[in-house]
């Protein structure tokens, strides 16, 4: 098993910043994905931000591109999510997730929430206009 604990959320001002943290613990993979995801009220969960187990390739959804970084720093086994110039519709519980297994099948990157398979209890994002 592995388990997931995300920190950081909370209110901020449209065009102000956030910093998320994720740190995973339990049983370890040898070829992983770690990503962010989010779910606002009434909608379904989304692809936010994902990196491949190396570190070396990132993914992000249209709508963060240029405004969120994903990273991870090996030596803290922690997993960041930098949110900048942060929008009223980025509002909504973020979790960070782990796939178990590649992050690219050879024709796409497995982003899809329903293809990771541990999950954070999520924080909160709220950004006020």
């Known amino acids: 098993q592995v388990q997931l604990a995300e920190s950081g959320g909370g209110l901020v001002q449209a065009g102000g910043s956030l910093r998320l943290s994720c740190a995973p613990s339990?049983?370890?993979?040898?070829?992983?994905?770690l990503g962010w995801f989010r779910q606002a009220p009434g909608k379904e969960r989304e692809f936010v931000a994902a990196?491949?187990?190396?570190?070396?390739?990132?993914r992000y959804a249209d709508s963060v591109k240029g405004r969120f970084t994903i990273s991870r720093d090996n030596a803290k086994n922690t997993l960041y999510l930098q949110m900048n110039s942060l929008k009223p519709e980025d509002t909504a519980v973020y979790y960070c997730?782990?796939?178990?297994?590649?992050?690219?099948?050879?024709?796409?990157?497995?982003?899809?929430?329903?293809?990771?398979?541990?999950w954070g209890q999520g924080t909160q994002v709220t950004v006020s206009s």
């Open positions: 339990g049983r370890t993979f040898s070829n992983y994905a």
């Open positions: 997730a782990v796939r178990t297994g590649r992050f690219y099948s050879g024709s796409s990157y497995y982003l899809a929430p329903g293809e990771y398979d541990y």
């Open positions: 990196l491949s187990w190396s570190g070396g390739v990132t």
